[in-house]
């Protein structure tokens, strides 16, 4: 397969009616690591508004429990993409998510703007550092999964174009971002939990490398200072020379797409075993897409 053969297909789809399949091609073959690693910027930037850090703060989970909350989040979203945001499976996901965030009293403006992140993050991440920009159809099923998802945990107001995602991130976090105590102690727990990733000498800077790509309006508001010029450079400069190395190499052949990495379940798991102990195995309801008009 050529390394844009999936593009030109891509640019003959539908993404409405090709969702899913767009939707896979994106985060398993075509940019799964970029994908991955918008996704994380994203879930960063919810930490610059207080009244959201706060409220993780309280629960600790990152504190505690940053890896498993980590890849609880990663396989919540590959549990509701696995198999078409449809089916059955994408739905029982979704009811585990909304049991958990039901116990806390979240304003929906807040859900919208968590939402937004998940659009407008990967997309940025890979028009920046990609191997290649994203097509207009990739960003509509960007923006489509956004809207779906909307639905499937009752937020009211998501739009249905990217344009609008952005417009309600960018308003948002002009009105909101501000530096509180509680936006840095979570931030700093989320890096520990990424930099352990790394061999033990290479974690303080592979967490300068970290905060060197993030924009001066979300440092301000976690609390921390930007990061010298030569830090930036050398941060972009190592992204962008991995993209090139990507775009020169083969497509991820069909038969072999990214396997989803869970550190906290080696032996597997369950969509019970995802999320903070006390929502296992409490009632759930039906989805407000479900419920009756």
Not at 33 to 50: K, T
Not at 109 to 129: C, N, Q, S
Not at 198 to 221: C, H, K, N, T, V
Request: net charge positive.
């Amino acid at each position: 397969m050529g390394r844009y053969s999936r593009l030109r297909k891509i640019r003959q789809m539908d993404p409405e009616r090709d969702l899913d399949q767009i939707f896979q091609w994106i985060t398993r073959y075509e940019f799964p690591w970029d994908y991955a690693q918008g996704v994380s910027i994203a879930f960063l930037r919810d930490y610059g508004v207080p009244r959201i850090s706060r409220l993780l703060d309280r629960t600790q989970e990152f504190e505690k429990a940053g890896q498993k909350r980590y890849d609880d989040t990663v396989l919540i979203g590959h549990e509701m993409a696995a198999e078409g945001f449809h089916s059955e499976r994408a739905k029982a996901a979704a009811r585990h998510l909304n049991r958990i965030h039901g116990k806390y009293q979240i304003p929906n403006e807040d859900y919208l703007y968590v939402l937004a992140t998940t659009v407008v993050g990967p997309k940025r991440w890979i028009d920046r550092f990609g191997w290649r920009p994203l097509c207009t159809n990739e960003v509509r099923t960007l923006a489509l999964v956004g809207h779906r998802l909307a639905e499937m945990m009752g937020i009211e107001g998501a739009p249905r174009d990217y344009a609008g995602f952005e417009k309600l991130l960018d308003d948002y976090e002009a009105e909101m971002f501000a530096y509180d105590p509680a936006n840095r102690r979570v931030a700093t727990a989320t890096f520990r939990t990424m930099a352990s990733w790394y061999p033990a000498p290479l974690r303080p800077l592979a967490a300068r490398l970290s905060l060197a790509l993030l924009d001066e309006p979300l440092l301000r508001a976690l609390g921390f200072p930007l990061q010298p010029e030569w830090v930036r450079k050398l941060a972009e400069g190592t992204i962008r020379t991995r993209s090139t190395l990507v775009r020169l190499g083969p497509a991820r052949p069909k038969w072999c797409p990214s396997p989803v990495k869970a550190r906290s379940y080696p032996f597997g798991y369950t969509l019970d075993d995802l999320g903070p102990a006390w929502a296992h195995n409490r009632p759930l309801k039906p989805l407000p897409c479900e419920e009756p008009a």
